[in-house]
């Protein structure tokens, strides 16, 4: 069994085996999506909830066409239209979808550990699609996959991970999942943006961008947070650019292949220049395609699927 356990909630629990092993089965529901038919009929029968109280478009929709792609039945929950406004609380409100015997949550949700604190609430499954400034795994498996596609083995390899560090899970779940599998990390970000224990997670950090970029493989450009304190951080979006924007001019010290990515949703302009995020070096639409597989993965493992039954074809 590669998840021997009820929840996903971040990537510092796993093990490299679990992640790897979640990437395995998402290459091959990767593959299904070049057929006509991009479905398979293994989770008929569950119930899986989305449960977002933050705003999203990726993640929320990759989850609803992962669960529809493995056959699901799916229900969507709006906090702006439920009895949260009400007053109800986070857990009467899961304790109530939980008691419609459902299979599965998933939840976004503005405030770090609430995936943990729903995992030991409820009997069912929760996965985290994003706790605060905590960890977001999944997106995190996904730049695993799209990075291992391009690389192979990360054992060795190097990630320059660059912007705001201190608000941002995307870089925890990356800091986690690539250490686990032996790449180097190097954060770089104004002083400002990084966390005090960032060494502690095993990371390199390098204030100048341009000494941050010379030797990597992999570049995972972060979003500012403009909601959450940016303005304070540093003086104004085209300051934020011109010391830390990845531009053309970045681009041209950096080894020939490596490639740029970046989570989603981008401030042009900001952390990255339009001629960058729609050049030949990125592969943002990539790791989007791969969030489908990675999401379609981690909801059959922890449904309890079987990765052997899998062999010659997802839909065997
Ligand atoms: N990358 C990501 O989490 O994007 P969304 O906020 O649109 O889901």
């Not at 569950?46 to 993640?59: A, G, W, Y």
Request: hydrophobic share 40%.
């Amino acid at each position: 069994m590669i998840l021997k356990r009820k929840d996903l909630l971040g990537l510092e629990e796993l093990a490299a085996e679990e992640i790897l092993g979640i990437l395995d089965v998402a290459e091959q529901f990767r593959a299904i999506f070049d057929r006509p038919v991009r479905k398979v009929p293994i989770m008929r029968g569950r119930t899986v909830v989305n449960l977002f109280f933050e705003p999203s478009t990726r993640t929320r929709i990759s989850f609803e066409l992962a669960e529809k792609r493995l056959s699901a039945d799916i229900v969507n929950f709006s906090a702006s239209t439920s009895s949260l406004k009400k007053g109800e609380t986070l857990r009467d409100t899961a304790e109530n979808i939980a008691a419609m015997r459902v299979d599965m949550i998933i939840m976004r949700h503005s405030s770090p550990g609430s995936a943990h604190y729903l995992s030991r609430v409820l009997d069912c499954s929760v996965i985290n699609a994003g706790d605060g400034a905590h960890e977001h795994p999944t997106q995190g498996l996904l730049d695993l996959m799209t990075m291992r596609q391009r690389l192979g083995d990360l054992r060795g390899r190097r990630v320059t991970i660059v912007g705001d560090i201190a608000h941002s899970r995307v870089a925890r779940s990356n800091i986690w999942g690539l250490t686990k599998l032996g790449a180097h990390v190097t954060v770089c970000g104004p002083p400002t943006m990084m966390p005090a224990d960032v060494r502690r997670l095993g990371t390199k950090v390098e204030t100048d961008l341009r000494r941050a970029v010379a030797d990597a493989d992999v570049l995972n450009i972060l979003r500012v947070q403009l909601e959450r304190q940016a303005r304070s951080v540093f003086s104004s979006n085209r300051e934020y650019h011109r010391m830390f924007g990845i531009t053309e001019d970045i681009v041209r010290l950096l080894k020939p292949e490596c490639f740029i990515m970046h989570p989603g949703p981008m401030n042009r302009d900001v952390e990255i220049s339009s001629e960058v995020a729609d050049g030949p070096r990125q592969v943002i639409l990539e790791q989007v395609t791969n969030g489908v597989a990675v999401r379609m993965a981690v909801i059959y493992l922890l449904s309890g699927g079987d990765p052997g039954s899998l062999r010659g074809g997802a839909d065997a």
